[in-house]
């Protein structure tokens, strides 16, 4: 059975960091682009971060631009989200997905979440 599984979230006070996982189960992340996305109560989802499968193009969304990184561990079929200067805002259960057509298509393989508390 083909999917992907997050792993990482955890509470932390503001300005912590944690890393995120995402773990793929029956195919190769290589040859998939992988998005990290959030949802937060009452809220849209919204894309935070995406990285390609080509040449290792990376996006980020605004609000997370110089505090989040985005990366991939080939050899252990995993990509990684590491938050910094986390903010309560941030607050949401963070889920990845795969997409064989890239980072702006549509996304083959959803993750269930995993839950990220900002707060003190």
């Known amino acids: 059975q083909l999917h992907v599984v997050e792993s990482g979230g955890a509470l932390v006070q503001p300005g912590g960091s944690l890393r995120l996982s995402c773990e793929a189960s029956?195919?190769?992340?290589?040859?998939?682009?992988i998005g990290w996305f959030r949802q937060a109560p009452g809220k849209e989802r919204e894309g935070v971060s995406c990285i390609s499968s080509s040449d290792g193009s990376t996006y980020y969304e605004d609000s997370v631009k110089g505090r989040f990184t985005i990366s991939r561990d080939n050899a252990n079929n995993t990509v990684y989200l590491q938050m910094n200067s986390l903010k309560p805002e941030d607050t949401a259960v963070y889920l990845c997905a795969a997409s064989s057509g890239g980072c702006r298509r549509g996304y083959d393989y959803w993750g269930q979440g995993t839950q990220v508390t900002v707060s003190s």
């Open positions: 029956g195919f190769t992340l290589d040859y998939y682009a």
